[in-house]
Each structure stands twice: as C-alpha cells, then as structure tokens.
C-alpha cells in the first residue's frame, strides 16, 4: 500500500470519527432542547416586571444566621445603619433585581422536600434576598439555592411561589451579585480622580511638601515650582495615588499610629485629602485617614508598596 493511501485510509477514518462525535452531539443537544419543551409544555414562565416603585432597602440572609441590611437613606445607600456602600455593588443589585428572569421551570407546585435538599433551597444553605420599596412593601423575595453548571443561571424559588425555576438572564451569576459578606459591600473608595481634571497634588512626606502643578497647556507637570516633566512620564504614578481603594475596614478599638504621608489632590471643582497612618492594627496593616470620614480604612503591604513606589517616583523624578 502507497504512502498516500494509507494517509487517506487516516484520514478517512478521523473524519468518521468526527462525524459520529458530532452527531452525538447534535442528539444530546435535541434532547435537552426536547425534555425543556416537554417540561414546560401548556405552562408559560412568569414574567417578574420592573419595580417602578424603586428599592430603597435591600435585605440579604445567609440560612438562618447572618442577615444584612442595605439602606438608601438621604440619597446615600448604608450597610447595615453603620457604613458607606460601594454604590457600584448596590448598583449591580438593584440592576439584577429589575432584569432576572426565570429561564426554566425545575420542580412544579409545592416544591417536594427532596428537590429543595437537591437544589440547596433550605434555610441553612440558601441565600435569600428581599427588595423593599420607599412605603416599606415588599417588592421581590428571592431564595437562591444552587448554582446551574449550565450558563449563568441559579435554582431559586420566587416570592410566594412554590415552584423552583433556573434564574438568569443577566451577563454574570445572580447568586454571585448578592452573595457578599458586610466588608464586601463596604465603600472602600479612598479617592478616585480623573488624571485629566487634576490640576495639583501635594505630597507630604518627612516634613517636606512635594508639589505638582500643570503647565497652562496641561501637557506638563511643574514641580516644586522648578523642573518640568511631561504628563506622561507621570501618567501610573498620578492615577495611583489619585485613584486608591483601600483593602478592607479597621473595626477594632485602637489608638492611631503616626502619619508617613499626607496627599492633597485638588480639581476645578473640588480637594480631597487622605493620610497614611504607620502600622498600628493587629493585622499589620496601614491605616488610611480620610478627612470628613469617621471610618477607619486599611491596605495591605501590597497596596502600601505599590503606593509607596508611585509617591517615590514622583519625589525622585
């Protein structure tokens, strides 16, 4: 037998094999696509519509033990009656409470015990989520069990119906968007700035002021009213320092430590200020102050070098 010929035996013999495997394929796929139309056959998914009344708290229990309450109060959203939100995470729920949709139907009429064992819709393994409106109704009552391993979907039961469905319709998980913990939701925004508005900044550091202005055609800083360094040779130093998230909240009782650098950030419009504070708390961790701000806020040794190699830079150049 030629050389050629048995290339084409070869051949011949892996395209057979593709063609089975993709006929398997199509099989499975029309299969899954029929047990759907069989299970919801004569049944139509709800529809959960838009809440027009807007949520002005958002409650969110993991089984029976911790249970955490997100609040818009004066325009502001709290955790928990103590703390700032990240209004991006609030955001997301509030978005995710307008747009999730069923997808699927699981288990019809009074869920039996042993679906809701299987889709992990107990008390003390699932996650319930409840929306309230500004005249204090409830608006959406949501219990998320189990993630789907197919798409981003979640077994989950709604408001008073019994039936379990898959939920989804949105570009991530829904479990994920409100499975967060109090320091999840926790506003950790020390300062965000757009390089582009930033007209100075001043670092303090070892009894000295380090200063950055721009130039009148914004195209250099000026420092220390002296030398002059393009914009962007400075571009990641800047928007580092301007744009800081701090790691996580310093909750227990301590006394603050001294302070190794002080930054003044100043735009057309407004100045933010914000100390860092020496190591003092029992993690080891920095302290970050911010003005007008009664919380106490830390980033890590990798958060602090990071800053620290921005702010060295800036001093050095």
Do not use: C, H
């Amino acid at each position: 037998m030629s050389e050629v010929n048995s290339v084409n035996m070869i051949n011949k013999k892996i395209g057979k094999k593709y063609a089975i495997l993709s006929s398997i394929i199509i099989i499975l796929a029309v299969i899954l696509v029929l047990t759907m139309f069989l299970k919801n056959r004569g049944y139509s998914l709800p529809t959960l519509k838009a809440i027009d009344s807007g949520i002005t708290e958002i409650k969110i229990s993991r089984g029976t033990n911790e249970t955490l309450s997100i609040k818009l109060e004066e325009g502001k959203w709290t955790v928990n009656d103590k703390y700032k939100a990240d209004s991006d995470i609030v955001a997301d729920m509030t978005n995710a409470l307008n747009s999730i949709q069923p997808v699927e139907i699981i288990s019809r009429g009074d869920a039996e015990e042993e679906d809701r064992e299987k889709y992990r819709l107990f008390d003390d393994e699932s996650l319930n989520v409840i929306a309230i409106d500004g005249s204090s109704k409830e608006v959406r009552n949501i219990r998320f069990g189990m993630k789907s391993n197919l798409g981003n979907n979640v077994y989950s039961q709604i408001d008073k119906d019994k039936n379990i469905y898959l939920l989804g319709n949105l570009s991530s998980n829904p479990k994920d968007i409100f499975d967060k913990s109090e320091d999840d939701i926790i506003n950790k925004t020390i300062s965000s700035v757009r390089n582009d508005s930033i007209n100075k900044i001043i670092i303090s550091y070892n009894n000295r002021d380090y200063t950055l202005e721009k130039s009148e055609g914004a195209t250099n800083w000026i420092k220390d009213n002296d030398s002059t360094i393009n914009i962007n040779d400075l571009y990641g130093q800047v928007y580092t320092i301007a744009n800081l998230k701090a790691d996580g909240l310093i909750k227990e009782d301590s006394n603050k430590n001294s302070v190794l650098y002080k930054i003044e950030i100043s735009t057309d419009s407004e100045t933010f200020f914000y100390e860092i504070l020496n190591k003092n708390n029992r993690e080891n961790n920095y302290e970050v102050a911010l003005e007008n701000d009664n919380n106490r806020y830390y980033i890590t040794d990798a958060t602090f070098t990071n800053l620290k190699d921005a702010i060295d830079n800036i001093i050095n150049k």
